[in-house]
């Protein structure tokens, strides 16, 4: 990515897009065209969570799109005391109503920036951030938001991280980014590939895997692995 951070999208301006985008986030057997694997990584987060989740437990979704990984756990588990939060209005709404649908009846919904938000000790069992990390910028954007996330769970609950990544090495990093690149091409032509890559670069400041795992150890996390990786994306799991 070569805009530097202080020039990427403004939280204004990335909401302004996910406005305008809750069709293509709504999609729950396909999940999102643009991310490899996405059908595949839902199923390995519901599925590993139900390992660990129980009827009526308290689970939060950062930056809940229209609600899909919530709506594949629960296909698993069910009922659960569900928690919405993105800076999405329109995601929020279209969330709350297929979670609602599924015939979850204790709902809250939270309009803000994951930054801004903040709960209490030990309040949830689960939380979910589905590619929604790459929009924090500075290390200490990250090491804030790890920690908060680490004392928002209660002992024993996971987090579960589904997310765009870059690599350290920047020959790996190049050739990642070209397979990812091809993968667009294939399903939408250059012009596809070319408006993907335009709007990460403006909008998404992703860290490489071996950075978030040692920010699950920084801020406090007895354990940790990962569930799947394919090129720019990863998906992994944390339990406090």
């Known amino acids: 990515m070569m805009t530097p951070l202080d020039k990427k999208s403004s939280t ?3 909401q302004a897009r996910f406005d305008h985008d809750v069709e293509r986030f709504s ?3 396909t999940g999102q065209q643009a991310t490899i694997d996405a059908p595949l990584v839902l199923d390995l987060v519901a599925q590993t969570a139900a390992l660990h989740l129980r009827r009526n437990d308290v689970i939060l979704d950062l930056g809940c799109g229209a609600g899909n990984f919530t709506l594949r756990i629960l296909q698993e588990v069910h009922p659960l005391e569900c928690h919405l939060a993105d ?3 329109p995601m929020l709404t279209r969330a709350s109503q297929r979670v609602e649908a599924a015939g979850v009846k204790y709902i809250q919904t939270y309009h803000s920036d994951l930054r801004d938000l903040d709960f209490e000790e030990n309040s ?4 979910l951030a589905g590619a929604v990390l ?3 910028r500075d290390d200490e954007d990250w ?3 790890f920690e908060k996330l680490y004392k928002w769970l209660k002992p024993e609950g996971r987090i579960y991280v589904s997310d765009l990544v870059s690599f350290d090495e920047r020959g790996v990093h190049d050739l990642m980014w070209k397979r990812y690149g091809d993968y667009l091409e294939s399903i939408g032509g250059p012009e596809y590939k070319e408006k993907v890559f335009a709007y990460i670069d403006k909008e998404d400041s992703p860290r490489s895997l071996p950075f ?4 699950l150890r920084y801020a406090g996390f007895s354990h940790y692995d990962i569930l799947h990786r394919n090129s720019v994306f990863a998906c992994y799991y944390g339990e406090k």
């Open 124 to 127: 949830f069992d689960c939380i």
């Open 12 to 14: 204004k301006e990335i």
């Open 212 to 215: 978030q795992l040692g920010l």
């Open 143 to 145: 090491e804030e938001t």
């Open 134 to 136: 790459h929009h924090l």
């Open 87 to 89: 800076l999405s209005q």
């Open 27 to 29: 999609q729950l057997e």
